[in-house]
């Protein structure tokens, strides 16, 4: 992974994420294809949101397909975290957002994601919360000088958007509110089908039923990726375990059983 604050066009593909394609649907309009035909926006007259809430249980895909987006439009990723830039000391934080505001410009076209947006964004009036105050007006100033951002897009992550400030979710900050929900059985087999593409999963086994399974009921992304490695892991010691017992057999996959080991030792 890149370092903090520092921009590059990630690696994450579409295909990596599983389900979430009401989103993937809303990005590829208004980021993806914007960056890639811009004429086609001008000729038209279009003119859609820059900013983006993404909201939701922990573990669900918010920061992968915010990077999925940047990979597919060929932008500039900046992974910021709300809280380390809180941490900042005190004046130097108001400094950082103009900085990475600065830095996104030169770069775009760029994704500038902040995660746990909702640290920095807490109701003002709290103890301690001149520090926030400051470092969110120098947000607001950023964000609202839209013209000059020009392909700079923001997306902001939280798994407590009740928290945040009403005055960030205003249309140009961050405007346009979208959930990632826990995926549904069907998606939670789509994720396992996106997280197994760079695993040797036997021919035979059907991630789609593993993860429509009720034992993955509730699972997030999070849990289905442990899920995936612990099998992974499983498959792996039998290989080792039978080494020197079986030669010239055919070479060793994930299957059924793995799972099922892997499930019984997780829940
Ligand atoms: P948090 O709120 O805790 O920051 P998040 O919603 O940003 O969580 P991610 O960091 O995107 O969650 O997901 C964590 C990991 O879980 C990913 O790296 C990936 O392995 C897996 N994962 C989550 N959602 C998906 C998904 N929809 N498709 C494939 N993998 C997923």
Partial sequence: STREGFS??????????????????????????RIKYPEDYEEF???LETGFLLY?????????IAKAV?????????????????????GESELAVRTIFGRARTCSPCILFFDEVDALT???????GWVVERLLNQLL?????????KGVYVIGATNRPEVMDRALLRPGRFGKL????????NECGLILTALGRKKRIDANLDLMAIGSDSACKNFSGA?????????????????????????????????????????????
């Fill in 223 to 267: 849990d289905l990726s442990a899920l995936m490695n612990e099998a992974a892991m499983t498959a792996l010691q039998d290989k080792q375990n039978s080494q020197n017992k079986i030669s010239n057999v055919a070479p060793w996959t994930i299957k059924e059983i793995h799972f099922k080991k892997a499930l019984e030792k997780i829940s």
């Fill in 8 to 33: 590059a066009i990630p690696s994450v593909k579409w295909e990596d994420v599983g389900g979430l394609q009401l989103l993937r649907d809303v990005f590829d309009r208004d980021i993806v294809r």
């Fill in 45 to 47: 007259g279009v003119d």
């Fill in 122 to 128: 807490t109701r003002r009036g709290q103890e301690g």
């Fill in 141 to 149: 100033i950023e964000l609202d000088g839209a013209d000059q951002r």
């Fill in 56 to 64: 939701g249980p922990p573990g669900c895909g918010k920061t992968l």
């Fill in 70 to 90: 940047a990979n597919e439009a060929g932008a500039n990723f900046i992974h910021i975290k709300g809280p380390e830039l809180l941490n900042k000391y005190v």
């Fill in 178 to 185: 979208l959930y990632v929900p826990l995926p549904s059985p």
